[in-house]
């Protein structure tokens, strides 16, 4: 069956301006994370939904940072005002349901340059 | 907190030699362990990973990994590697009720050689 997706595959954006990054995760699965890959950083967290819990945002750098989902499915990722350290690879990743044993699967990635 | 560390940022081997790559984990419980292979421009795939049981685990593409709770380690092994093999590794551990907010290491970058 269809994974992960994510779009666009790659963005450029100015420094100041707003993107939207989006996931579509794999049908049928209740938990959708988000990451970051920078360079020299690793892959951090930034954020989950689980079902229709309140999501985890515990992993947003800072407040320009916000994602929802609508329908328990597609997810958008905001940048807002964003800044050339925002440059990284945006991951997101879906599983089953959060905690216990899932596996979480990864999208290809959004990789997001601010100039 | 936990943390993953992963010491080689870079490994080179001849294509048919045995590979190992190290990680090191830092958590207060049982954790979760993966191991993820990201191949250029695709996503992370999972490999294998542990919760319990047979400390020695096995995955896909020949690759197994064997949870030393003595070393707090989590070493990759596979026992002859081949040209596809050459991708960037991450280890990473969850939480022990749960695998959400995976904390990744920094990866290691695998090269092969002919």
């Known amino acids: 069956g269809a994974g992960v997706s994510q779009s666009p595959s790659n963005k450029v954006t100015e420094k100041g301006k707003d993107v939207e990054l989006r996931c579509d995760p794999i049908?049928?699965?209740?938990?959708l994370y988000w990451y970051r890959q920078s360079l020299g950083q690793g892959l951090e967290f930034l954020i989950y939904f689980q079902g229709n819990s309140a999501p985890d945002k515990s992993g947003l750098p800072s407040d320009r940072f916000s994602a929802e989902r609508t329908g328990g499915s597609v997810s958008t990722l905001t940048i807002q005002r964003t800044q050339q350290e925002d440059s990284a690879v945006y991951l997101c990743?879906?599983?089953?349901?959060?905690?216990?044993?899932?596996?979480?699967?990864f999208g290809p990635g959004t990789r997001l340059l601010v100039l | 907190a936990q943390s993953v560390t992963q010491p080689d940022i870079h490994i080179t081997v001849s294509e048919g030699a045995s590979l190992e790559l190290r990680c090191n984990y830092s958590?207060?419980?049982?954790?979760?362990l993966f191991w993820y292979v990201q191949s250029p421009g695709q996503g992370l795939q999972l490999l294998l990973k542990?919760?319990?049981?047979?400390?020695l685990v096995q995955g896909i593409k020949g690759f197994e990994a064997e949870f030393k709770r003595s070393q707090s380690s989590f070493n990759l092994r596979k026992p002859s590697v081949h040209w596809s093999d050459a991708a960037e590794y991450f280890c990473a551990v969850g939480r022990d009720f749960g695998n959400e907010k995976l904390t990744f290491g920094t990866g290691t970058r695998l090269t092969i050689i002919p």
């Open positions: 049908s049928g699965h209740t938990a």
């Open positions: 542990y919760f319990s049981g047979d400390t």
């Open positions: 958590y207060g419980a049982t954790p979760y």
């Open positions: 990743a879906s599983s089953l349901e959060a905690g216990g044993q899932e596996t979480q699967y």
